[in-house]
């Protein structure tokens, strides 16, 4: 453009003055004016190109858009003509943190709050097992390791498939029977190797008959959930799963997100067998925490799974070894259906026809948990471990002389004796001059004691 001017004005200026003039300082100022001033239009000329072509391209953008947004309302038109429901436009909802729109949205179903209490009276307290494992349910039972928790899960596992009456784990509850016999029951046993299943179960030649163990014993969350998935559909009935134990099925169990996991994973089998007609119970077995002292009262912290799991359980039990070897303690920490009691169940373990616990009685925890271990206090000849009402007789206890005792009597060497109890387990005696001095202590103490 600025060429042009140039070009068309230039003949006119230099034909209008004296050639003499045009190299003046007089000619040479008016030049660079109408070189200015031909700049300046040049400039004006191109910010009017420059904002007409934006003006453009910000409606062809516009018109973009306005396609985009047809488009994509046309689309979703279709997609509520498929679904057979009405579209709406309205708004988003507010503080709706899913972000979804109205359209999206199923109305929840409503019904009667006396309806939802007694639409199930003829069932409602239907409870498979002791009192506290309730149809339907997902029910935690937990305990420190090798504390006998396969042999409850077993009872219960037996008494639910046949039905019979069982005395009830809970104070101030009546004896029950499961009213659902022939209910099959399928255990996950990640833990028990063989040979100590058929020792325990297999010693009497009892029948399980409605009893399923599944070979399997590696299991993740995924793959357990699956499984259990294809049993509900395989089965199609009411049925009871037990999972022994949860800690197996994957090592961060303690993990909200793993554990919320599994909850979820388990309402959704609930939920998906209940709309096809029947029921699944779950049964879930894991660990208390390490760091639980024997003889304190069992509560809910000493489980070893996350708060995601726990807070989502029907009843939550616990078993205990107690001070006396062939018993075990059972309680109730929490439970969805029944006030908890005061008193814990005493379970007495009986090898026939199968390794099982029975009901005894029920005590106060403090009764029956082990006694807390105290000071050795020694003295002259005896002392007492760290259980109340074991004598001690220098390095051993007092059975343990009594019987060195007995093999001395009987003919045995000093030297004899020290390989005998050495190879036993009492690793402090070494020598035939231990074993006199506790020879000649506990001596001392029958002569006292007559």
Not at 39 to 58: A, F, Q
């Amino acid at each position: 453009m600025t060429e042009k001017l140039i070009t068309d004005i230039a003949p006119v200026v230099v034909d209008k003055m004296d050639i003499g003039k045009l190299f003046s300082k007089k000619g040479a100022a008016v030049i660079g004016t109408c070189l200015l001033l031909l700049l300046g239009v040049d400039y004006v000329l191109m910010l009017i190109r420059t904002s007409g072509e934006k003006d453009v391209k910000r409606l062809e953008h516009e018109n973009r858009m306005t396609e985009q947004e047809a488009d994509h309302k046309n689309r979703m038109d279709e997609i509520q003509a498929k679904k057979g429901t009405v579209p709406n436009t309205e708004k988003k909802l507010k503080n709706n943190d899913a972000g979804c729109d109205l359209e999206e949205y199923t109305p929840a179903q409503w019904e009667n709050f006396d309806d939802a209490v007694y639409k199930h009276e003829g069932g409602h307290s239907e409870m498979l097992f002791g009192n506290f494992i309730k149809k339907g349910g997902i029910h935690l039972i937990g305990g420190p390791k090798s504390s006998g928790k396969t042999i409850v899960v077993t009872t219960i596992a037996e008494g639910i498939s046949s039905g019979k009456a069982c005395s009830s784990w809970v104070e101030g509850k009546k004896c029950t029977s499961s009213g659902q016999a022939g209910q099959k029951v399928f255990i996950y046993d990640l833990e028990m190797e063989e040979d100590a299943l058929k020792d325990r179960n297999g010693r009497c030649g009892h029948k399980f008959p409605g009893v399923k163990r599944c070979k399997n014993n590696a299991f993740t969350v995924n793959t357990w959930l699956k499984d259990v998935g294809s049993v509900i559909g395989n089965e199609a009935e009411d049925m009871t799963v037990i999972l022994d134990n949860v800690t197996r099925l994957n090592t961060n169990m303690t993990q909200p997100v793993t554990a919320r996991k599994l909850f979820d994973g388990i309402k959704n089998l609930q939920n998906k067998a209940k709309q096809n007609g029947f029921v699944v119970t779950f049964i879930l077995v894991c660990h208390l925490g390490n760091d639980r002292q024997p003889y304190t009262p069992i509560t809910l912290k000493d489980f070893a799974v996350a708060d995601s799991l726990t807070t989502g359980m029907d009843s939550i039990t616990a078993i205990s070894p107690s001070r006396t070897g062939n018993e075990v303690l059972f309680k109730v920490i929490c439970s969805r259906h029944d006030c908890t009691t005061d008193k814990v169940a005493v379970l007495g373990k009986e090898e026939k026809p199968f390794l099982h616990v029975e009901f005894l009685r029920f005590d106060d925890e403090c009764n029956v948990l082990p006694r807390k271990k105290r000071p050795v206090k020694k003295t002259d000849n005896s002392c007492k471990s760290g259980d109340i009402g074991v004598r001690m007789v220098s390095i051993v206890t007092y059975d343990v002389a009594v019987e060195m005792s007995k093999d001395r009597s009987a003919g045995m060497t000093l030297k004899e004796i020290v390989k005998k109890y050495h190879d036993q387990g009492i690793e402090r005696l070494k020598h035939e001059t231990q074993v006199s001095r506790i020879l000649k202590n506990l001596a001392e103490i029958e002569n006292a004691v007559d």
